[in-house]
């Protein structure tokens, strides 16, 4: 059986080589984040390989037993069509995730929309389903700043995910996202419609990125760090605001020890924006990846989670639906991702 395209081993095999060869590096443990995103990256190429050729020998052999005229043989067939769609299936959203970033870790950030302290736990919920989501991928995440809400829920959060192929699978979750529910914060038990926004966009290594920014275009601020409290919140001035003039990019950090630090991740991720803003720039990408700001308001969402008067989490661009909106909310999405990627796929 010869199967073309995505499934061609020929390029891949190539691309093994060439990571082994930089793992065989005296200096490849310098930078050990890179180094791991190195071997993560060969150890998905591996996968994806192996799982091509294990599914070509199944569809070769059963093409074979089709030549046999017996019932018995046929019924064997017919057994095994089930688990080798769910193979294609898997090796299908591997082979997705092919875009320029597709493999980078990702920025993430959750803005509640118009609302108070309904919005604000909403993006808070939405936080917990990403976070709950990394767990299940065992991704890595970062809390880089993250703002309370004054009664309840967050008024904005940031995060790294770590994992291979991180930017490729949650690029598609960029949007508004919609709750409606019984409030637990109206006296009434009124039903009451919140919005809050998803951010998504690739995080580079600063050691991989070349961007000159000029100093008079920052703006830096410096506020007190605010958290749950405890013994590792910061008491002094150590929280950094960065706004980037030109772009109005603003950037946040909080979490880490010194003011110093926090200015540098800071930075780093600021980089990164501009870095990919650049590299949008020069692909002619910009409104395929980065997409528009949309308005955080009904509308626009991207996803609605309906959890009165009936359960169930829809996204509007593929018309998936799933009636468990607790799952969902535990961190369930990847039917989503999947159609999301299989739709993207489609409309190129």
């Not at 001035?237 to 010194?258: F, G, L, M």
């Not at 020069?282 to 996803?303: A, W």
Request: one cysteine or more; charged letters at 30%; hydrophobic letters at 35%.
């Amino acid at each position: 059986m010869k199967c073309g395209g995505y499934f061609d081993t020929d390029n891949k095999l190539i691309k093994i080589k060439e990571l082994e060869e930089k793992m065989s590096s005296a200096t490849f443990w310098d930078n050990q984040e890179i180094a791991n995103n190195v071997i993560n990256e060969l150890n998905n190429l591996k996968k994806i390989v192996n799982l091509i050729k294990t599914l070509k020998n199944k569809i070769d052999a059963n093409l074979e037993l089709l030549s046999y005229d017996d019932i018995e043989v046929k019924q064997l067939i017919v057994s095994e069509i089930d688990e080798i769609k769910k193979e294609l299936d898997d090796l299908e959203i591997f082979v997705l995730l092919n875009g320029p970033y597709d493999k980078n870790d990702a920025v993430l950030e959750i803005h509640p929309g118009a609302g108070g302290t309904e919005s604000c736990d909403w993006a808070n919920m939405l936080f917990r389903m990403y976070t709950r989501w990394c767990e299940e991928k065992n991704f890595k995440y970062e809390i880089v700043e993250l703002q309370k809400g004054e009664e309840a829920g967050i008024k904005s959060v940031t995060i790294i995910i770590k994992g291979t192929y991180a930017y490729g699978y949650l690029k598609c979750e960029k949007g508004v996202h919609r709750l409606v529910r019984i409030s637990p914060f109206d006296s009434n038990s009124r039903r009451h419609t919140s919005f809050a926004s998803v951010d998504v966009s690739p995080y580079f290594q600063e050691e991989n990125i070349d961007i000159q920014i000029n100093p008079n275009d920052l703006k830096i601020d410096v506020y007190h760090s605010s958290g749950a409290g405890g013994q590792s919140v910061n008491t002094t001035d150590s929280a950094v605001r960065i706004t980037h003039i030109p772009t109005k990019i603003v950037v946040t950090c909080q979490n880490e020890r010194s003011q110093l630090q926090n200015k540098e991740k800071a930075l780093e991720i600021l980089k990164s924006k501009l870095y990919k803003i650049e590299l949008d720039k020069r692909d002619m990408e910009l409104k395929q990846i980065k997409g528009e700001q949309t308005d955080i308001n009904f509308g626009s969402q991207i996803r609605s989670y309906v959890l009165h008067p009936y359960t169930m989490v829809k996204d509007h661009r593929t018309n998936t639906q799933n009636n468990n909106a607790q799952k969902v909310l535990d961190g369930d999405i990847d039917m989503f991702i999947n159609d999301n990627l299989r739709m993207c796929k489609n409309e190129k």
